[in-house]
């Protein structure tokens, strides 16, 4: 299927990535799956599943507010020969379920889609307990398991379709929100593994992934102003990391990660445990939140908290330049 032609994807401006998957896409796709079962733990009304559930209510099951037995059904629905996609909030799809995501979709080697919502900060005022800020470290920890992080609403629906045709399990990490500007506005192509260059640039190499690219962007465009040359590259897929990409930046003389998520663990780690294991690269510049809970306030405040605002990014990459 041509995504593109089935959704253009500059009309997704103003939908943030859950309205994208659930409301947009799939109801217009699922006809293509008819083993395909969509699961969730009573957060359908975030997701804005009503037209799902109204043309295709056979392939929708709510288990209630029960994210284990989420997990659970989904591992029992696809030893019979079914298609699960069961969504969550993220912060409890990947702390709460850990040892059934463990035992079912790792070791068992279920390839189950698991959508994350509200990860990052998109929880606001509900607070820390809701705050998914250690879901990347948590996932890619597992063996097997593929970890999409998409930059907006139109590469959420390139990741999501690009999942449901994985024969692995694969978690996706929802974050920003209807606010958030796309990063892509025109048809481009998505691979699994492989990372895209959003803009060029030879001297800092900036990585990030997640609704945090955009704000990556237009900080790129502040450093820019210095006269120095910023490449940033938008990493939709933490596991399996694209090192060849990273092997290409090897000139540059400053490496930056940015992430919405502990700077333990996430993007950053990432990165840094292939840097490990060669040489010849320049320093890593690790951007996120730090080892610490944060206060509580709405988006853009908690952005500001943790230092995730474009001028927030240059400033500190400026001060790392200095050095």
């Known amino acids: 299927m041509n995504i593109e032609n089935t959704i253009p994807l500059n009309s997704l401006a103003g939908i943030d990535q859950i309205g994208a998957i659930f409301e947009m896409y799939l109801p217009d796709m699922i006809e293509q799956y008819p083993q395909l079962k969509i699961l969730t733990s009573d957060v359908g009304y975030i997701a804005r599943i009503d037209r799902l559930k109204a043309l295709y209510p056979d392939q929708f099951i709510n288990v209630g507010i029960a994210e284990q037995n989420l997990v659970g059904v989904s591992a029992g629905l696809t030893s019979e020969g079914f298609k699960c996609v069961a969504f969550a909030q993220a912060v409890f799809m990947t702390m709460r379920c850990f040892d059934q995501v463990r035992q079912y979709l790792s070791y068992g080697e279920y390839p189950i889609v698991l959508v994350g919502l509200g990860a990052g900060f998109m929880m606001q ?24 992080s998409p930059a907006d609403a139109s590469e959420a629906v390139k990741a999501f379709d690009a999942a449901l045709k994985l024969d692995k399990p694969v978690y996706i990490r929802l974050t920003g929100d209807s606010s958030t500007p796309l990063v892509y506005e025109n048809n481009y192509q998505y691979n699994v593994g492989k990372s895209n260059i959003v803009k060029d640039g030879n001297e800092v190499t900036i990585f990030a992934t997640g609704s945090i690219v955009y704000n990556t962007l237009k900080a790129a465009d502040i450093v820019e102003k210095n006269n120095i040359s910023v490449k940033v590259i938008d990493i939709h897929t933490i596991k399996p990391l694209d090192t060849q990409i990273i092997n290409n930046a090897k000139g540059c003389s400053l490496f930056v990660s940015v992430e919405e998520h502990h700077i333990t663990g996430g993007l950053g780690s990432a990165i840094a445990d292939y840097l490990a294991e060669v040489s010849g690269f320049p320093p890593l510049l690790k951007l996120g939140i730090k080892d610490k809970y944060s206060v509580i306030g ?26």
Do not use: C, W
């Open 125 to 148: 005022f509900m607070g820390n307990t809701h705050y998914a800020m250690e879901d990347i470290a948590i996932m890619r920890s597992l063996p097997g398991m593929v970890v999409l």
């Open 298 to 323: 709405d988006y853009q405040f908690l952005l500001e908290h943790n230092r995730l605002t474009p001028e927030q990014i240059a400033e500190d990459i400026m001060k790392q330049l200095r050095k």
